[in-house]
């Protein structure tokens, strides 16, 4: 064989190599764009998923921040009981918030737990409070308690979704019974509002099946409205976790069960209980110094 087709024969084999490497860098190109793709789309879906525990105020919708915090919150060293609304700010007056005062502003419990029954058309709720996380949260429900103002009062939202999303494959379960609004319009509540307490940065999911906490117009805007949460739900820890449901879960379970009329489904999400949930009386017991809470991992059926 000549030189020169040995020439020729080694030149073809050089450009046959250089294009595969120069494929094989394209396609490595590929990849890392289709995977930055893939983890936008699941960000903007996340991010979707917080549009739905809300609390209106003034007529205009409010929504949590969409990043979880770094650390769990610790409870404040003194509750304070902020007027709502601020009377710094210019928003229009909301008519749908009642005025019963506020609670005292010392000597809250802050160790143990406390049971909140909750006597519906339904059967019996029982939500045991977390007086160490939540010692603020759990002192403003004792006093809303006390002042009646759940009482003969109804679940305004239910949301129940499951599975995930068709393009970004993200799951969006979402499974909670909004209640605590006299009004039943996700506008009201008392004429005060108290900062966040403990968020659950420490689990996940965040909030699981059974768990309670509270809904919020943005970071530290916690009134009376509150979610029950009856399945495992994705959600950034925004909202204060104050409880556990210890008897009862099946009661929020049936009405997420009967579905919604998607009220709310172009807002926030979700809509009116088809099967609807009235409270006739909520009352808060004696602490129980040495409780411990979420020590009951499945909640015991309601009775009539």
Not at 46 to 62: A, D, E, M, R
Not at 120 to 141: E, H, R, W
Not at 181 to 187: E, S
Request: charged fraction near 20%; proline fraction near 9%; hydrophobic fraction near 35%.
């Amino acid at each position: 064989m000549s030189p020169t087709k040995d020439r020729q024969r080694a030149a073809a084999r050089a450009r046959l190599e250089r294009e595969m490497a120069e494929r094989a860098a394209a396609a490595s190109r590929r990849r890392r764009r289709t995977t930055i793709i893939a983890s936008a789309v699941g960000v903007v879906a996340v991010l979707c998923l917080v549009l739905v525990l809300v609390i209106t105020s003034g007529g205009k919708k409010k929504t949590p921040t969409a990043a979880p915090s770094a650390t769990a919150a610790a409870a404040p060293a003194a509750c304070k009981w902020k007027p709502n609304p601020d009377p710094s700010a210019s928003a229009a007056p909301n008519t749908d918030l009642k005025d019963v005062g506020t609670p005292p502003a010392s000597g809250e419990p802050r160790a143990g737990t406390r049971n909140m029954t909750i006597n519906t058309n339904l059967g019996t709720m029982v939500i045991q409070l977390d007086l160490a996380k939540a010692p603020c949260t759990a002192a403003s429900f004792t006093y809303l308690a006390e002042k009646h103002f759940f009482d003969n009062t109804s679940c305004h939202r239910l949301v129940n979704n499951s599975g995930a999303d068709p393009q970004s494959g993200q799951a969006k379960d979402f499974h909670v019974l909004q209640c605590g609004d006299p009004t039943g319009t996700g506008k009201g509540g008392p004429k005060y509002q108290f900062d966040n307490e403990y968020v659950p940065t420490d689990q996940r999911p965040a909030y699981p099946a059974g768990v309670v906490a509270m809904a919020n117009s943005g970071p530290n805007t916690n009134g009376s409205q509150f979610f029950i949460v009856f399945g495992d739900t994705i959600l950034p820890a925004d909202y204060t976790l104050f409880g556990t449901v210890v008897q009862g879960l099946d009661v929020a379970k049936q009405v997420g069960a009967a579905g919604d009329d998607g009220a709310f489904a172009q807002d926030a999400g979700g809509g009116h209980p088809k099967k609807k949930i009235t409270f006739s009386t909520v009352t808060v017991g004696p602490v129980d110094p040495n409780g411990s809470p979420g020590a009951t991992t499945a909640a015991t059926p309601s009775h009539p």
